[in-house]
């Protein structure tokens, strides 16, 4: 009896034959913007809505008749771009702008200086207890602003401050931090307090993605420490110094909790010291949202312009080392 001749191999068709891709276009097309469709939302509802509020109070106010008294006596109404020129015109947001300014120049080039001295120190072989060490500079972003505002303050204070203790039993004068020129060091230290160990984290990433070939190779070829951090490592993290400079900024013409957590504590620090000092004092303080909204979107303004002029300048200096 002879057997069943067999099907040559390919001939029998898979049960469960793969669709093709034009078989159902339209769920295909739609799958990628149903996984953005919750990002989407969140986005539009927490950060484009607001400002879009924002705009639209910027462009409106309040008109008062009468003695304000009464339904229909006050009524929001059209004011086009008086709140901006208003705000553009105000000597206390330019003032506070100088102040912000220049509270900047300090805290800026020390802290990103200090977090990549740090984060050198951290990769050289030579350095013992790192993970404790790390630790150690990265603990003080952990601690919020505003705790921090308060417990530099009181070391601040003449009264209760052991420096000036200290400083009264040695003979030394004791200077005032919370009053004048000083004023601007002990803010910008609670910034640079705060700020250096998370930039720190940042350049120190950074430097462990560098193949240790190259190191080895800058060894070989005579390179003291000091000319492979300077020649090798700091090129290197260029990218991420770039970032570290950019959020910096940010946070700079940001800048609230620790001028008004030191307020109480010293006279010289006004309800407008910043610009979002002004903003707050404006929305809160003399119930004018419409031009306080002015003068946010202008602050966001000038913080995107800042950012994106900052980060083309980068991108293109980027470029023409890579052309090179």
């Not at 720190?200 to 060894?219: F, G, K």
């Not at 010289?268 to 979002?276: D, I, Y």
């Not at 002004?278 to 312009?305: C, M, P, S, W």
Request: proline share 7%.
């Amino acid at each position: 009896m002879t057997s069943p001749r067999r099907r040559p191999y390919g001939a029998w068709k898979a049960p469960y034959a793969r669709p093709s891709r034009g078989g159902a276009p339209g769920r295909t097309r739609s799958a990628p913007y149903l996984f953005l469709l919750p990002a989407a939302l969140l986005f539009a509802l927490f950060f484009a809505l607001p400002i879009g509020y924002a705009v639209w109070l910027s462009l409106h106010k309040v008109h008062v008749s009468g003695l304000g008294l009464g339904s229909g006596a006050r009524a929001e109404v059209w004011a086009g771009l008086e709140n901006y020129r208003d705000t553009l015109t105000d000597s206390e947001v330019a003032q506070g702008a100088l102040r912000v300014l220049g509270y900047g120049c300090i805290v800026v080039p020390v802290m990103l200086g200090l977090a990549l001295l740090f984060a050198l120190m951290l990769d050289s072989e030579r350095v013992r207890f790192t993970p404790f060490t790390r630790l150690a500079i990265f603990l003080p972003y952990a601690v919020p602003g505003v705790v921090a505002a308060l417990l530099w303050g009181f070391l601040y204070l003449p009264d209760v401050s052991p420096f000036s203790y200290v400083l009264e039993r040695l003979g030394l004068p004791q200077p005032d931090l919370l009053d004048g020129g000083p004023l601007y060091l002990a803010l910008s230290n609670i910034a640079v307090w705060g700020g250096t160990g998370f930039n720190m984290i940042v350049i120190y990433t950074a430097l462990q993605a560098v193949p240790a070939e190259v190191y080895e190779a800058a060894r070989l070829d005579g390179a003291t420490p000091l000319q492979i951090a300077l020649r090798i490592k700091i090129p290197m993290v260029a990218p991420s110094l770039v970032l570290t400079f950019f959020f910096s900024i940010i946070a700079t013409l940001q800048v609230f909790n620790e001028p008004t957590t030191l307020r109480p504590l010293t006279n010289s620090v006004s309800t407008t010291w910043s610009p979002l000092m002004k903003v707050y004092q404006d929305a809160f303080g003399n119930g004018d949202i419409h031009r306080a909204a002015a003068e946010a979107t202008i602050i966001a303004l000038v913080t995107l312009v800042l950012s994106f002029g900052f980060l083309r300048a980068a991108n293109r200096r980027t470029k023409q080392e890579a052309a090179r």
